[in-house]
């Protein structure tokens, strides 16, 4: 009985490791891009707010 027999041993379990670490990395990735998506958004509505108040104070 040789090691090929016993199944996919140990490199097996190294390769279900990395899937798993590179399916970690990509959520990881997008959470990051959706993250910094969103702070752009906000800074931008707070730039528009902030132009909007400048705006109607300089007109009262």
Known sequence: MSDRD???GIFGAI?????IV???TVMGVLAV???VLAWE??????????SLDEA?????
């Open 6 to 8: 016993s199944g996919p």
């Open 15 to 19: 390769e279900a490791l990395l899937a």
């Open 22 to 24: 590179g399916a970690l």
């Open 33 to 35: 891009a959706a993250s």
């Open 41 to 50: 958004m906000e800074l931008r509505r707070s730039e528009q707010e902030t």
């Open 56 to 60: 109607s104070s300089a007109s009262s």
